[in-house]
């Protein structure tokens, strides 16, 4: 067997499907690494170093009021209901019901979740609501699993269970409506700037971090089949990853990312990384088809949602998207859609610190 054949098998993957979304990924590298330069640019520096990678957004001016929890709920269920009527009244069904759970206390630790309930169908959505920006958009998230989980909600329990690589398709959506929709109503570049951070983020971490990591782990299973590696070893192997897929966007490398990235040491699971490339560019393209298909999205996506735990990945595009994922054109059109944005936030960055 290869080393890759069980990864690929638990996320229900296949190996073409693998190698053209690494191909798409190396050929729009560029791209993530105007994300990264940006946003160095917006912290007054060229280039990012492995310490910003847990920075906080930069600050462009005092963070405006916080959002009162109603207020974001009603905010959530407009732009939800914007993709359908549905959608919308499920998120008041939720906070009807009382199903939301996002007070601030001494007790609570920052952080959101959600879970579900096998035999009722129902969700919970547990948080810890500031009134933030990101707080905002985090809820929008929770709330999406929770409409994955009602969507399926009448399936029988063995059709219910989805994969990791399918896992963040509602919640990503959910989250990248309700930023659209706050986008529109921001009162200027420094509120646009906080809601689009994140967003922005996630390409240098999906599209350079996370293939430097797979870039590690396959070399290290190549040298591994001929002996032991030592530790001076691994950290040229991390070098070599982190320089090859950041390029001059990064200062310098983290050699010793093996050693604090818990996802190397989880005994059972290997290549616990491509899932998340995966995750991150699927569900992407999953929204940016809303537009392209206009009325008939919102049943395609339900749908799409209902099979998640019944088909491959590769049907389910192919069955509700007609796209093929072991073909490069869907990750090549997402990307060209990704950089769209980035070239709006680089924009913006300018537009903030010229002044
Ligand atoms: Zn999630």
């Given amino acids: 067997m290869h080393f890759l054949d069980a990864p690929l098998h638990v996320n229900k993957i296949q190996q073409a499907t693998l190698d053209t979304l690494l191909a798409v990924c190396e050929a729009s590298a560029p791209v993530a690494r105007r ?8 912290a007054g520096r060229e280039q990012l170093g492995p310490w910003d990678l847990r920075a906080p957004a930069p600050e462009f ?49 920052p952080g959101a979740y959600c879970t579900r309930f096998p035999k009722s169908g129902n969700s919970r959505v547990y948080m810890t609501y500031g009134g933030s920006s990101s707080d905002v958009i ?29 896992a963040e398709t509602a919640s990503t959506f959910g ?22 951070w994140e967003e922005i983020a996630a390409l240098p971490t999906f599209l ?42 990064m200062a310098e490398p983290d050699p010793l990312f093996w050693a604090s990235k818990l996802h190397f040491y989880i005994s059972g699971l290997s290549f616990y990384n491509f ?28 749908a799409l949602l209902r099979d998640t735990g019944r088909m491959t990945a590769e049907q389910l595009a192919r069955e509700h998207l007609q796209v093929s994922l072991e073909e490069p054109a869907f990750w090549a059109q997402t990307i060209e ?19």
């Fill in 35 to 42: 994300a990264a330069r940006a946003m160095a640019r917006a």
């Fill in 175 to 196: 989250e990248t409506a309700v930023r659209d929709a706050m986008l529109q109503r921001a009162p200027d570049p420094a509120a646009r700037f906080a809601i689009m």
């Fill in 61 to 109: 001016s005092s963070a405006g009021a916080a959002l009162p929890f109603d207020t974001a709920l009603q905010l959530i269920a407009a732009a939800y209901a914007g993709v359908d009527e549905e959608m919308g009244d499920f998120v008041n069904l939720m906070a009807e019901r009382r199903w939301i759970e996002g007070t601030v206390t001494s007790s609570k630790r």
């Fill in 337 to 355: 859609r990704l950089s769209a944005r980035v070239a709006e936030f680089e924009a913006l960055v300018s537009e903030l610190t010229d002044g």
């Fill in 138 to 166: 985090t809820l929008a998230h929770e709330l999406g699993h929770a409409f994955h989980a009602w969507a399926m909600r009448d399936l029988p329990d063995s059709q219910r269970s989805y994969g990791m690589s399918l």
């Fill in 275 to 302: 899932p998340y490339l995966f995750g991150y560019l699927f569900s992407t393209g999953v929204y940016f088809k809303r537009e392209a298909l206009g009325g008939d999205f919102y049943a395609r996506y339900v």
């Fill in 208 to 249: 350079l971090n996370i293939p430097a990591r797979f870039a590690f782990e396959n070399a290290f299973y190549q040298r591994r089949s001929e002996r032991p590696l030592r530790p001076s070893e691994l950290n040229t192997l991390m070098a070599e990853a982190w320089t090859r897929w950041y390029g001059d966007a």
